[in-house]
């Protein structure tokens, strides 16, 4: 049963409520001492706070004090050194982005979710696609694209239409965001070995940005996209409520 825990907040403030009364009735120690890190909010925090702390040792259990919750567990004061002593822990990757700039500059950052592309300008966007070094698409004109990994293929890449990803499968999809051409193309589903490289074809006219879990590059020529195995986030889920479980039941929703 984990003792040390640490307690991280969203700044809403029914997140920094839940925040000082759990302090209070578990105590908190500094993050580099915790056992646990337990992150009060919505998916966007617990994202935030995965990226945050990939370089501790803790896992982290969230509950949720947001919207959604699809990464948090159900909120409640009581019994959480019993639940955490309980819970199951998954493991995901994030993905690498390398995106270059009109002007020549590279940014880098890491996306659990998704790697998207989308339109900056009144026009379409025209994209060319790479797999691996082989071009698969010559031109795709649509409002975006993205690449998003299994976690993270019930977020943004399910709005867009592509598939839900079973965790564990060692896949990534490749999803179009409002295609125009080819109009019927709903995508790929990848080898989560794949390079996947997207150039911007006119992007003088038809600008386009990249966004990496909200770290946006306006203006990208490119984006090279690929997974990071050497790169381990643990989260803790109830028993029978982890991530395989709530892909499942997104599908029947």
């Not at 966007?44 to 959604?68: D, I, K, S, W």
């Not at 019993?82 to 500059?105: C, F, Y």
């Not at 025209?126 to 649509?142: F, P, T």
């Not at 709005?159 to 179009?176: C, M």
């Amino acid at each position: 049963m984990p003792k040390q825990l640490a307690f991280v907040a969203s700044t809403a403030p029914i997140a920094q409520q839940a925040q000082a009364a759990l302090s209070q009735q578990y105590g908190s120690v500094p993050l580099e001492e915790a056992e646990v890190i337990v992150a009060l909010g919505g998916d966007g925090f617990m994202l935030e706070t995965l990226h945050t702390t990939q370089h501790l040792p803790a896992p982290v259990y969230g509950m949720n004090r947001g919207t959604v919750g699809f990464l948090m567990n159900t909120y409640s004061s009581q019994g959480l050194r019993d639940r955490l002593a309980k819970a199951e822990e998954e493991v995901i990757n994030p993905l690498h982005m390398s995106a270059t700039t009109v002007d020549g500059t590279m940014h880098r950052a890491l996306a659990i979710n998704e790697v998207s592309l989308l339109r900056a300008g009144p026009q379409a966007a025209k994209l060319r696609i790479h797999v691996d070094d082989k071009m698969r698409m010559d031109e795709l004109v649509c409002d975006g694209a993205l690449l998003a990994t299994p976690a993270g293929s019930t977020a943004y890449n399910y709005s867009a239409h592509g598939p839900i990803v079973p965790i564990g499968s060692d896949v990534l999809a490749l999803t179009a965001v409002a295609p125009f051409r080819p109009r019927r193309w709903r995508g790929a589903l990848l080898p989560k070995s794949a390079r996947v490289t997207f150039e911007v074809t006119n992007a003088d006219k038809r600008p386009v940005n990249a966004d990496a879990d909200g770290v946006s590059v306006k203006d990208v020529a490119r984006v090279d996209v690929w997974s990071a195995p050497e790169i381990e986030h643990r989260i803790l889920f109830d028993p029978g409520h982890g991530l395989e479980e709530r892909l499942i039941r997104e599908q029947f929703a």
